[in-house]
């Protein structure tokens, strides 16, 4: 039972922190984490770089996703009782993609004045640098850590009406960009951001086939924290081919790979191999 008292209730605020360069942090979620009672942490041994970096000398708790559920309760009976906690992630926006969520819902049953501290975003960073249609965008986190599990999960987006967003891991990256390719091709567009606002920040534009060889030739690339987004498909595929060429895609795509059909009808009709590929994904899932 959360108890509760005559004292008017604390506010939770709900603070961005820097996903890398710790100056990327607004005035107003410094002074918010140094007036606060308690700053609730992903990880405090963590956020003690940021808080000494900016004098921020709160009383911290751990809140990760191991515990959240147990302590959660007992953070809300204290913001009842008139504290005033912040909730930050290691990195970025909390709940995306972070710890969070059983505080804020509880927060919200109970009516606890919730109150957003916006700031950075990896998600958002890349997407602001990436030269993708971002009308609309999927954003789907952490893709499953397991190979059959993750291409299950691209073969569902099929056909690319939006721009889809996800993380991925060090550990991980070359072999989804490779599921990545085989699923949409090697033409399909995307954007890359690596170690963003970090010392070794990397971001790439172009081809799934020019990442992939990227990532192979050189294994440094494959390390640190990753988002990658993948351009959407216009909806106007249907109407960039004649009757003719969606004919000859429809029947070589009976008897053949999407790849190998697009790559004969683009041959022959010499016409753009991707639109052709667009569009045989499309009657795929049609």
């Known amino acids: 039972m959360i108890d509760s008292s005559d004292k008017p209730a604390g506010i939770l605020y709900v603070v961005a922190t820097p996903i890398g360069n710790l100056d990327d942090i607004t005035i107003r979620a410094i002074e918010v984490l140094r007036s606060c009672d308690l700053v609730a942490c992903e990880d405090t041994r963590h956020s003690q770089r940021l808080f000494q970096a900016h004098s921020i000398n709160s009383k911290t708790k751990a809140l990760h996703q191991h515990n959240e559920n147990h302590d959660s ?30 505080l804020l819902k509880l927060a919200h049953q109970h009516d606890i004045q919730v109150i957003p501290i916006p700031g950075p975003s990896a998600l958002i960073t890349l997407l602001s640098v990436a030269a993708l249609n971002t009308s609309p965008f999927v954003f789907h986190g952490f893709l499953p850590p397991k190979s059959k599990q993750r291409l299950h999960a691209y073969q569902s987006w ?31 567009e995307i954007a890359m951001g690596r170690e963003l606002t970090k010392r070794f920040e990397q971001v790439f534009r172009g081809s799934a086939a020019d990442l992939l060889t990227l990532l192979t030739n050189n294994p440094k690339n494959q390390k640190g924290e990753f988002v990658i987004a993948i351009q959407g498909m216009k909806n106007t595929v249907h109407s960039q081919l004649t009757n003719e060429q969606t004919a000859l895609a429809n029947t070589l795509n ?8 697009a790559k004969i009808v683009a041959e022959h009709y010499n016409i753009n191999k991707k639109q052709v590929y667009e569009f045989i994904l499309t009657q795929a899932t049609t």
Request: proline share 9%; charged share 20%.
């Open 158 to 188: 099929s056909p690319l009406d939006s721009t889809h967003v996800f993380y991925e891991s060090s550990h991980r990256i070359l072999d989804s960009i490779k599921q990545l390719t085989e699923v949409f091709g090697g033409e399909t």
């Open 73 to 102: 309760e007992k953070i809300v009976s204290q913001i009842k009782n008139g504290l005033n906690v912040a909730l930050i992630s290691d990195a970025g926006t909390p709940l995306i993609s972070d710890p969070g969520f059983p």
């Open 254 to 261: 009976q008897h053949l790979p999407p790849k190998l059909a």
